[in-house]
């Protein structure tokens, strides 16, 4: 009986999934949102030390990171158990690890070893700092990048130290940009008949994501630093207090800060000489908004949403997550789904295909629940299963 799809999309793919804590589950978690038969690898009961970082099986954490998946316990350290696994990867199209480096290795499950009974697999490889080099070896967490790969150093508030952001980003781009490196190798392999190995790091992931922050070092040799609420180079955006909290606006350009002066009540702001070019704004950001708050105090965050959209000026609320999920365009975009066989909700895939959408089919799976499934599908008989079971390979 076929696994169940979430996706018409990627439905030809097999990938095998070694991934643990964070980054690797969200590369995978993509493919298998995208009807990929994802078979997710685990280490049988008695042999696995945790899920690191990850949570209780049924935490939020681990639910939302392995749906769509099925579960196959299986011990490589052991002999008969990496037989089985090398057998899985004759037939299988994608094996995503994030081992440290050296770990493959010692298994015998690097992409040298899985090339050779494979030609064509494409094999991911997510790293804290690279498969070589200096800092190789090094163990790799989400903060540590985030501090190493600049962005702490231009987030928060001037003169009040280094902040993360709030969310991992280093370990969800890291395993994004792996899903997208592995699906750009299968659609050469369509071209070429060959795999090859995909890599990435949270150092190279986060230090990407910098983006034009990066770019203004690149090319002109500045280092941006902290600039709190208030967007580096266009002003002024940022946060503003109104008469119930606050207001996030976006003026990018002349054109826009008239029709926000304006909408506002401020065209008077727009004849002051300090005002009158961006970097004239950007030189006397302080002063501009401390004018723009007092301006903005005097009504409550919904009457200036209401207002400067009807001007064609860029704002928004700030919300906290409940409210975010309350947000009629949130709920309109199904930014959150249910899972079809549980009563469970979980944030959707946020691409929609026309004709293949992603859904989700299945809740994570038990550990091991689906071996004998998975098993049978490659081959192995009842009788290989009883005996693989009893040897304690899976």
């Known amino acids: 009986m076929p696994p169940p799809q979430a996706s018409a999309a990627l439905k030809r793919f097999t990938v095998l999934d070694l991934t643990r804590v964070r980054a690797g589950p969200t590369a995978v978690r993509q493919l298998a949102d995208w009807g990929a038969n994802v078979i997710k690898v685990e280490l049988p009961p008695g042999a696995d030390q945790g899920e690191a970082l990850g949570g209780p099986r049924d935490g939020p954490d681990f639910m939302n990171l392995h749906r769509n998946k099925r579960s196959l316990t299986l011990d490589l350290k052991s002999p008969a158990g990496l037989a089985v696994f090398k057998r899985l990867v004759a ?125 203004r070092y690149l090319v002109k040799g500045e280092v941006p630093g902290q600039a709190g609420n208030n967007h580096p180079t266009s002003i002024p955006t940022g946060v503003f207090r109104t008469a119930d909290g606050y207001i996030n606006i976006a003026t990018t350009g002349g054109a826009i800060w008239e029709r926000c002066a304006k909408a506002l009540g401020a065209a008077h702001l727009l004849a002051r000489p300090q005002y009158a070019t961006r970097d004239l704004r950007l030189k006397n950001r302080d002063a501009l908004n401390a004018e723009l708050d007092g301006i903005m105090s005097k009504r409550d965050t919904a009457s200036w949403v209401e207002i400067l959209n009807a001007a064609g000026v860029p704002c928004g609320p700030i919300y906290d997550i409940g409210q975010m999920f309350a947000d009629p365009q949130v709920k309109h975009l199904g930014v959150a789904g249910k899972v079809a066989d549980a009563d469970l909700t979980l944030m959707a895939q946020p691409v929609t295909l026309s004709r293949t959408p992603s859904h989700l089919d299945r809740r994570p799976p038990e550990r091991g629940g689906d071996s004998d499934e998975v098993l049978s599908e490659f081959g192995f008989t009842s009788e290989e299963i009883a005996a693989l079971r009893a040897a304690g390979a899976i």
């Open 91 to 215: 037939k299988a199209d994608v094996v995503v690890e994030n081992f440290r480096p050296d770990v493959k290795e010692r298994l015998g499950i690097a992409y040298a070893d899985l090339k050779a009974i494979n030609p064509g697999i494409v094999y991911g490889s997510i790293s804290g700092f690279g498969q070589d080099g200096p800092y190789a070896k090094r163990p790799g967490f989400d903060q540590i990048a985030q501090g190493m790969g600049g962005i702490m150093s231009v987030t928060g508030l001037p003169g009040h130290g280094p902040v993360r952001a709030g969310i991992p980003i280093a370990d969800l781009s890291a395993g994004l940009f792996c899903a997208l490196g592995i699906l750009t190798a299968l659609l050469e392999r369509e071209v070429s008949g060959q795999g090859q190995w995909v890599e990435t790091s949270l150092l190279q992931a986060q230090a990407f994501m910098l983006d034009f922050q990066a770019a």
